[in-house]
């Protein structure tokens, strides 16, 4: 007993240490701010006034998405649960082949990218309207989104920023030394 208990402990251990849990934090997240903003709408009489912070800013406002962004291919919800699905699978076996090559930054990335893609994807299966999104800003003319669309982007994001400055980098170590070749 006191083996399994170990072994259970030290996955434990793992988990945490690996940061996969990232992956069902955000999942978890995402779906439950879609249940309960579906609920407050769908249980409410009139349509509520909700806001963050200011009308001019971002207002809560339900709205079913059958397509991906900006509504690209509307009305073809299993063609992209499909490719969701086939997107986790994708970034599930690149993060098992890279894991020990990863840098800590581009697994904690890799993990968000994941839990938003899989959040949408539990949408684009389970609910015939599409993907729930309720989060809409105000102050400029963009689309309502949701948590899981939050994290790929913010994912997505950090590893383009991350990849600039390492390029920068690269480029700078190598003008140096190239001028410190020419002066010796």
């Known amino acids: 007993m006191q083996e399994v208990l170990k072994k259970v402990k030290n996955g ?27 609920n407050i709408f769908v249980n409410a009489e009139i349509t509520p006034d909700l806001y963050i912070f200011s009308r001019d800013f971002i207002i809560i406002d339900l709205t079913y998405n059958t397509g991906a962004a900006w509504s690209i291919l509307d009305d073809k919800r299993w063609l992209l649960a499909v490719i969701s699905v086939i997107a986790s699978i994708g970034i599930i076996c690149y993060l098992v082949k890279k ?18 893609c899989m959040g949408n994807m539990i949408d684009r299966i389970f609910y015939e309207k599409g993907v729930i999104d309720f989060i809409r800003p105000t102050f400029i003319n963009f689309p309502t989104f949701n948590i899981a669309d939050s994290a790929l982007v913010v994912g997505i994001i950090a590893l383009l920023i991350k990849m600039l400055f390492e390029k920068e980098g690269e480029e700078e170590k190598k003008d140096a030394e190239k001028t410190d070749s020419k002066q010796q």
């Open 99 to 116: 894991y020990k090559t990863l840098g800590l930054f581009e697994r904690i990335c890799g993990f968000i990218i994941l839990g938003g």
């Open 12 to 38: 434990l251990i793992w988990f945490f240490k690996s940061f996969i849990w990232i992956v069902p934090l955000v999942i978890i997240i995402d779906q439950v701010s879609k249940l309960v903003i579906q």
